[in-house]
């Protein structure tokens, strides 16, 4: 298991007016605490940590804090508060560890392979389970679950009992507790998918799929060449009783 490096320093004062003065200084209020340890008000560099997270990308890490003075500590993050608007760091929350104690720990899915139910059925993917609690020592911390999804089909889920076991790793969560799951594709989507008739093909009942651009003919249209429906007028036919003749001499 990898070891990543922070520098750390004592933080003096505290609430809202301090955090505010450590963060122009490029700084980032955290706190150290552990259950062989008071806890701790520390202040981390901030471009320092911004570089850290971006080489753990993702992964679980526990990460060595040096000190001036005092010895270091060996910890992992266990809560990131940051700005909703300018996405800054306001405040970490730091778990120290010793290395000959189990801790525990919540690690992120890493979703391997493509799903059968998704490449051939046309299902969905969809993770129940982003992150598993587990208890292991921190030698033993592994950076990602991995979820093997190849052989899962439409309807099929997994499991955290059906979880490959990881030497020196206890999974804490509900052994039926759902991690991924295909599910099939909304009814639109289906309906979507259903091929367009071709033009000029006969359907079942025995008529011809009109072509592009063609008008279909409606139950009650006038159909080209068919009688004039009864009440309408025929062309050339004679007028009703009473109506007047075009052409007729009028009577005396």
């Known amino acids: 298991m990898k070891t990543y490096q922070l520098t750390v320093t004592p933080r003096e004062g505290t609430g809202r007016s301090a955090s505010r003065r450590l963060r122009k200084a490029e700084k980032i209020p955290a706190i150290l605490y552990g ?29 060595e804090l040096k000190r001036d003075v005092g010895a270091s500590a060996l910890a992992f993050l266990q809560e990131i508060q940051r700005d909703p608007i300018t996405d800054k760091y306001l405040h970490l929350d730091l778990q120290e560890v010793k290395e000959n104690e189990k801790m525990i ?33 921190p030698k033993d911390l592994p950076d990602f679950i991995e979820v093997n999804i190849t052989d899962l089909k439409v309807g099929g889920a997994i499991h955290v009992s059906e979880l490959s076991p990881i030497a020196g790793v206890e999974y804490l969560d ?18 979507a998918a259903v091929a367009a008739p ?46 007047a003749k075009a052409g007729a001499p009028a009577k005396k």
């Open 35 to 63: 259950k062989h340890t008071k806890a701790q008000n520390l202040a981390v560099n901030a471009p320092e940590f911004i570089k850290l997270r971006k080489a753990i990308s993702g992964r679980s890490a526990l990460i």
């Open 105 to 137: 720990i919540n690690v992120a899915i890493l979703v391997v392979g493509e799903a059968y139910g998704v490449k051939t059925e046309g299902g969905i993917l969809e993770t129940a389970a982003h992150r598993l609690r587990i208890r292991c020592l």
């Open 174 to 191: 509900d052994k039926n507790q759902t991690v991924v799951l295909c599910v099939e594709p909304p009814a639109e989507e289906v309906a």
């Open 198 to 243: 071709v033009e000029g093909a006969v359907a079942a009942d025995g008529t011809a799929t009109p072509a592009a651009g063609d008008a279909a003919a409606k139950p009650g249209d006038a159909k080209a060449g068919a009688p004039a429906a009864k009440g309408d007028a025929k062309a050339g036919a004679p007028a009703a009783k009473g109506d």
